[in-house]
């Protein structure tokens, strides 16, 4: 029997109940406004949703990650290695990457505990295999405010059953009211808006019925139709016309009328200006994947200094995702690993970090350390010095040009 095989018998079987939710009388059920496989298809088949994804799930954890221990505590060294091969087993590294595009792009992700009481091997489910979330109330009998998450009910397609929220590590971000889903970027371009009796349509079906109107424009226009006037044309040839006509191709026809003769290609009106509007829906679109990068591959005139500030804020977003992931891991993986191991988390302190390969800067101090121990040559040490501005002369006594 494989091993994988083996934990999903001692995950789901009869006497392990414990990953299982118990049915309750004061629960409230939740379902994701906007079905979560949907906003999966607009990342999919978007281009422009796809790319910004893909850039801020890679700004957050595309560097990896290292891991720390207190040095303090007495059994450092095997609190470390009890982290380090978890994550190893497991492949964390990859695991975090694909969930950060769910979580950025849809605002939630689930990972399935195989073994709650003892993880050793974790699962990331389907987005739409959670039907609905279930919350109990508050204690107190005055009050009906939903306060904690019980367990999470599995669509009939994935078996149905109720998982306690012991048994699912839940990754949601930007969580609105009490709600139990968080809410990824891309949700707001599948809302439609209601004002008092005026209703605007979601900007994803815009874009997409903008994009399917312009091929049609295209073959419109780029062969036009010719307006030809036949002078003293009889019944018979403008009936043999007006049958072409009809049976004309995308590129075009010649269209033909009884009288003096004439040829006139018929021509979009110019006052029909509709790039302005354009110009504001996509903004609007742009503002909606809360990233400015695409812009950069996409919009000429972008400077060095727009990239930079680009990046700046792109960083404000970033950083606050990186932070809860940290907190996340720490708390409902790090912690459960050490304490299954006869560990104790709270003294161990196994944090994560982000960005392990982070080059020293060089100073001219170290450059010329370096020089005087003979680490490096003297024609390397003049290259190097020069990169600091330092003027050098050649011995005609002319400055080196950053030799």
Known sequence: MSTNLRRLIEGFSVKAKSGYALPQSALVYETPCIPLAEVLKLYERDPTCKASVDLLAASAVGSGFYTTVNKDYAKAAQAKSVVDDFNENVNLDALLCDMARMLIAC????????????????????VDAIERIQQSYLEEKTLKIPYKIESYKLRQTYGGENLAAEAVVHWRINCLDYSGYGTGVLQVLLHSLTFQSDKRPAYASMKAKIERIMPRIFEKYAGPDVLALLERADDETIQKFQQAIKNRGEEGAWLFYNGKGDIKPVTIDPRARFEYYVDHLINQFYLGCETPLPRLFSTPGFTEASANA???????????????IKRQVERELFDAVLTQAGLNAAQAQVRLHWSPYK?????????????EQGLIRQDEFRKNAAKFGWQLWENTGKVAANE
């Open 107 to 126: 605002g939630n992700d689930f990972w399935l505990k195989l073994t709650p009481q003892n993880v050793k091997a974790l699962h990331r489910l389907p």
């Open 310 to 324: 680009a990046l700046e804020l792109q960083n404000m977003l970033i950083q606050p995702v990186q932070r809860y």
């Open 359 to 371: 080059a020293k800067e060089v100073s001219v101090a170290d450059l010329l350390k370096a020089a």
